[in-house]
């Protein structure tokens, strides 16, 4: 894997992700925007726009078409700067794919005429193009990614027609067709930014400490599915004997302690992996392999289920112990459970779950032993397991849940305070959450993506 390595970062210009979501919705009738894209310096963010569905008066109408009108060719100004910017590289890689094929069926002609001498220099040579071999598969998905690009930019020039001659046509055209194609684009387009917006971990950089507040062990989380105004704080002190979860507007109302409200859960939790997913809390029973839905709005447990041969009560817990058997987590993809099953060896088992029935809904047994993992986290689909909760701590190991495959990692972090008893990403703030030795910390991720671009040429 050296030499595929060694060739392709230079060739595949990894593209540097600083997505922070700048949601801008305005609450205005009819034409609602929903997100915004800039694509400068780099970054990549698809414009989404979805009309609400009551229409209002001819003037607004105009009015909100006009926007729409702008947003659409936003949109298409964004693509086109992917485009450009990608188009070189793309070209580059064309090219090399080129020369690749070109020499291994030179290769391929060398072998098979017998009369020619294979010698020690050949050998290597083919060895050194049988590490390429891998190049392939990831040239055609290039290429399946760039004509989708391309596509996107078809219908976007198509809707800005269609915008445009209604604009001059006021009243005549079927707005429920024209609805239904907007809708349909926004769908599409938010599959591209969560694909594109989605990456490798590559660096976490921080931390920064947020507060220094409770217990050496602890749980404190936002909502990822929260709206962009709504940042919630959920403080859970202690991995044991307790079932009190204090709820904060604001960061800054949990830095300065003003407490918003308190929530006294019917059942205690178990360790420090809880998550807080679209406003409910998932948690550990204490004592049990059952994981517990709690909603917030209404202050009952929605549904608990058992999780399977999961191990618990410090049967398999991480490094420090604490009862962090099970590790509750969410990512783009949706909500996890980590765990250690005696039929897996003790080894992790990552599970997709139904947030609202807790029903598994795919399984994964990965070959890393759950007592030598400091913690553990998702992003994009991929588990990623420091190997302690000390200092000197990294990322370690990488599960893809989407090949089932693993690869060793070595992306250090700051352990500024020793201790990590809790570690988890946030997909709204790209973010991980931690709390270190009684600090409430924040770290950064860094995640890397593959450019694609269109043309074929
Ligand atoms: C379109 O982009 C321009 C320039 O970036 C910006 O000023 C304008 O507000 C955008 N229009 C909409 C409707 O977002
Ligand atoms: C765009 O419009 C053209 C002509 O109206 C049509 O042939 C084409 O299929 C449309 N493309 C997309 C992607 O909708
Ligand atoms: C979040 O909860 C709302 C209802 O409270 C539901 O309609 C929505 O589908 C949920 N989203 C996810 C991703 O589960
Ligand atoms: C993460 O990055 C954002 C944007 O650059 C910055 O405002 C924030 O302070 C950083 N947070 C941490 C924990 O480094």
Redesign the pocket.
Known sequence: MRALSVVLNPLLFLLLFGYYPSVTVKPKEGWQVYSSAQDTEGRCICTVVAPEQNLCSRDAKEGQLRQLLEKVQNMSQSIEVLNLRTQRDFQYIMRMEGQFKELRSKFRQIETNKKTQVNRNFQELKGKMDALQPLIPVLEQYKTDAQLISQFKQEIRNLSMVLTAIQEEIGTYDYEELQQRVLNLESRLRNCMSKLTCGKLMKITGPVTVKTSGTRFGAWMTDP?ASPRNNRVWYMDSYTNNKIVKEYKSIADFVSGAESRTYNLPFKWAGTDHVV???SLYYNKVQSNIVVCYRFETGRVVTQRALENAGFHNVYPYTWGGFSDIDLMADEL?LWAVYATNQNAGNIVISQLN??TLQVLGTWNTEYSKRNAGESFMICGTLYITNSHLTGAKVYYAYSTKTSSYEYTDIPFHNQFFHMSMLDYNARDRALYGWNNGHQVLFNVTLFHIIKTEDDS
Request: no cysteine; charged share 15%.
């Open positions: 599915q997913y679209n406003g949706g947030p609202d």
